[in-house]
Structures are given as structure tokens and as C-alpha cells.
């Protein structure tokens, strides 16, 4: 449910959406040296892969998201790499558009980095419980603000979309309940398993 | 997504008219094609751009069923928001719903977002879908897009049928030891392991890429291989093009009504 389509969405929030992300995926990128691509492209294959995972509501299922966990993992290459998951999703399966290309970028990457950001200290502390919980308020909390992110834009091109825009952010609630849960189990699993996962990309290129 | 990513279920069995043109002419067709259509105002002239990606869909010889149902499953992403606008829209009264009057205006603006979005869909599923992911690739590469963004790209669309392979693998194992997907919160612990232990494989495997990479000398760029070259075919499909968008907007322009 976080694509918008083309048609929607009015002149200036477009081109707003498509600068914003032209500069994201701009500073994304001066913080992949040439040394890390092959590692952000697999890892950006991985997400492409986890939001074609469906997991039941009731009588009906949604797809993940995981921009929380790809804030924790990417930091600001998360940007280019939901962008290009996105580009490749809108190419081949008609999720999407082109015109909506930037602002879906936008939308997605922008609380990625920022709750990135704001947990990376505490997915990486000592305590896996403390890490488990960072994973659960990034993982809800970047499902949130795409939410809000969403509505703002649909806010922002029309008043006639503002009830659509007040379901987008309700319809995204138990959606963030299941992201902050899978994303806090794979943040425990994580940390258990490889806990320098968190600083690959982030950190400084480690002697290979 | 194996499915989507080499062995294709839509994709075309013999290369239409669309393959024999570069894959830069069909991008950059694709992108006008959608800014033209979103800037139309006019519900008649919309018609416009549907049948032209009708016509492409036909000339890049994809299966018309697999690719109208994804244009489908695109449509339910919106049809909330397109099922609200009649109601929200302030205007005449077409009819009501226990007592909430649907406005005509909000049904006319319900119906051009439709209209735009599947005609743009179906344009970018046969001009730019109908090609190679490393095509794709390539063609952006020369299009002038950063180094670093292309080959993003081209590692991403590379992995993605060995993860999604790993993935499947993954999810045999669980479905071996009697996992079975429910709204609980096993369910999403169980699913939330499955991406952490794929995102730790993935870093790993990445090393060994870097490293079997750095063997065989590189230096941290790919040199890109290929013979794209702009034929008299793209010249005709950029001049028809070219006056097919021309002719919409001159439409539009001339017909705007009171949308």
C-alpha cells in the first residue's frame, strides 16, 4: 500500500518528491565507496526479496517493508537501494509508476535513514535486549512515518484526498505492529548471529 | 524474484517490434509517455494514452493475460482512495450512498487517475519490462545516470534470483520442521529470523563476491559491455512518438472542460 500510482499526486509534490530523492540517492551513494557495492547490491537484492514475503492477517496478508531494518543495515545507501528496488519493481511488475518514482523514494528511504540514524547506537549495544527493542521501535516507527510521509504527500495535492490520506496512516497501524516485531526478531537474530552486520556498510571498509 | 529474473512467465516468446529498438529510445519514450499523461486534463483524450500502450503491449509481443493482471494488482493499491473521491470531491450530486452524495466531479477525477496510472503501467511494462534487467542496466549507463547507481543496479538484479533461491530454501526448511504461517507472534519471529539469517548470508557471500572479484583484478569498476546504437527504427519510433504526445496535448488543450 505504499506505492502511489501516476495521476495522482499534483505537479509540485512530483518534482519536490524527485529533487529530494535525486540529493538522497546522491548522498547515498558518496557513502558507498567502490568497495562496498558488491555488498549493498546483495544486501539490496536481499530487501527486494523480503517485501515479496507475506505474512497473515487474519483472513488476509500483507507484504513486508523492512526500510527500518535496511536503515539499520545501509544508513544512507539506503537510499539508491530502495530506489533501485523500487525502479526494478515498477519496471517489471507494474507496482508503482514513473512520474511517482521519486516521491515513493522519498516516502520509503527517508524514514529508513532516519530511524537508521536514530537506533544505530542501540542495535549495536552489548545488551541484545536493548538491541532487540531498538529493533522493534525502528522497525514500527520507520512503518509510521512512511505512513505519514504518504499521507502528507496526498495531503499536500489536494484537499479531496484528505480522508484517504487519514486511512493510509490507520490502515498502516497493524502493519507497523508486525514490522517492529519481525524487524526486533531479525535485529535479536542478528545480533547474536553477526552483529557486525550493522557497521559493514556504516563503518569504514574493514581490511578484507 | 526467478520468476521475473531470467526464465520470465511474461516474457515474449518472439521479439516483437518494441526489441528492435534501443533500449535508451524505449526509456526515454516511456518517461515522456508518462509526463504527457499526467499533464492531460481532458476524460476523452485519456483514452489516448491507453490505447497507444494498448498498441504497445500488442507491438512488444507480450502475453497480454500475465500483464493486464499485474495492472490489476497495481489497481488495488488505489482503489481506496479512487472508492473515496466521488465522496470527497465537492460538486453536483451523481447519486448517493446511505445518504453520502458522490459528486461528478469526484467521479471524473477518480476515473483520470485510473485512466492515467494503467496507461502508464502498461507503457513501462511493454516499453521498458519487455527488456533484459542487465539491459536495463546498461542503457541507464549511458543515459548518463552515476557509475555507482548503475552498478547498484546491475549487483542488485544479479543477486536476486540466488536470494530469492536462498529464500525458497530457506522456507522449504521451516515447512520440513512443520511451520505453518498464522497471525501469532511465532509466525513473526519465526519470519523475522528468516530475514536476519538471509540479510547474515548476504553479507557473507558478498565478501566471498569481493574477494573472487579482487582475484580476477578488480579495480572498483565494471566495464560495461554492449552495442547500443541508435537505428532508423528509433528514428521512425521517436518521430511517431513524438506527434502521438504532440497531437494529445494539442487535444487536451483544445478540449479542456470543466474537470
Aim: a positive charge; hydrophobic letters at 60%; one cysteine or more.
Amino acid at each position: 500500500m505504499v506505492h502511489i500510482v501516476d495521476g495522482a499526486l499534483s505537479a509540485p509534490v512530483l518534482i519536490g518528491g524527485g529533487v529530494a530523492a535525486a540529493g538522497g540517492i546522491a548522498l547515498g551513494l558518496r557513502s558507498l565507496s567502490l568497495e562496498k557495492i558488491p555488498a549493498a547490491g546483495v544486501l539490496s537484492a536481499t530487501f527486494f526479496v523480503a517485501a515479496l514475503v507475506h505474512v497473515p492477517i487474519g483472513p488476509s496478508s500483507v507484504h513486508l517493508v523492512m526500510n527500518g531494518l535496511a536503515g539499520l543495515v545501509l544508513g544512507w545507501a539506503a537510499f539508491p537501494a530502495l530506489f533501485v528496488g523500487l525502479l526494478l519493481q515498477a519496471v517489471f511488475f507494474g507496482f508503482g509508476g514513473v512520474t511517482v518514482l521519486g516521491v515513493n523514494t522519498v516516502t520509503i528511504a527517508l524514514p529508513a535513514v532516519l530511524v537508521g540514524l536514530l537506533f544505530r547506537r542501540g542495535v549495536a549495544s552489548a545488551d541484545s535486549r536493548l538491541a532487540g527493542l531498538s529493533g522493534l521501535l525502528a522497525g514500527s516507527l520507520a512503518i509510521m512515518l512512511t505512513a505519514l510521509a504518504v499521507a502528507l504527500v496526498l495531503w499536500l495535492s489536494g484537499e479531496a484526498f484528505i480522508p484517504a490520506a487519514k486511512l493510509v496512516v490507520v490502515a498502516h497501524l497493524p502493519v507497523a505492529v508486525i514490522e517492529g516485531l519481525v524487524c526486533a526478531a531479525a535485529v535479536t537474530l542478528i545480533h547474536r548471529v553477526k552483529p557486525d552486520l550493522f557497521g559493514a556498510l556504516v563503518a569504514p571498509a574493514r581490511p578484507a | 524474484m526467478s520468476h521475473a529474473f531470467g526464465h520470465d512467465s511474461t516474457a515474449p516468446t518472439t521479439p516483437g517490434l518494441i526489441q528492435a529498438l534501443d533500449p535508451r529510445t524505449r526509456i526515454l519514450a516511456a518517461v515522456a509517455f508518462a509526463l504527457v499523461t499526467v499533464s492531460l486534463n481532458d476524460l476523452w483524450v485519456l483514452l489516448g494514452p491507453l490505447a497507444l500502450a494498448g498498441a504497445a503491449l500488442a507491438a512488444a509481443r507480450l502475453p497480454p493475460g500475465p500483464t493486464l493482471k499485474r495492472m490489476a494488482l497495481m489497481d488495488g493499491f488505489i482503489v481506496f482512495i479512487l472508492v473515496m473521491l466521488p465522496f470527497t470531491v465537492p460538486g453536483e450530486a451523481a447519486f448517493t450512498v446511505f445518504g453520502w452524495p458522490a459528486s461528478w466531479a469526484g467521479l471524473e477525477q477518480a476515473a483520470a487517475i485510473a485512466l492515467k496510472a494503467n496507461a502508464i503501467v502498461l507503457m513501462l511494462l511493454s516499453l521498458v519490462g519487455s527488456m533484459e534487467p542487465t539491459t536495463l542496466g546498461h542503457a541507464l549507463a549511458r543515459l548518463r545516470l552515476p557509475e555507482s547507481l548503475v552498478h547498484l543496479l546491475l549487483f542488485t538484479v544479479r543477486y536476486i534470483a540466488v536470494i530469492d533461491a536462498e529464500y525458497r530454501r530457506l522456507r522449504r526448511a521451516m515447512q520440513a520442521r512443520g511451520f505453518r504461517p498464522r497471525t501469532n507472534g511465532h509466525t513473526f519471529r519465526s519470519i523475522g529470523y528468516l530475514v536476519g539469517m538471509m540479510l547474515v548470508r548476504a553479507l557473507e557471500r558478498s565478501e566471498r563476491i569481493l574477494q573472487a572479484m579482487k582475484c580476477r583484478g578488480f579495480t572498483g569498476r565494471l566495464p560495461l559491455l554492449d552495442d547500443l546504437r541508435y537505428g532508423r527504427a528509433d528514428a521512425v519510433f521517436g518521430a511517431g512518438a513524438g506527434v502521438a504526445l504532440a497531437a494529445l496535448l494539442a487535444l487536451d488543450s483544445l478540449h479542456v472542460g470543466p474537470v
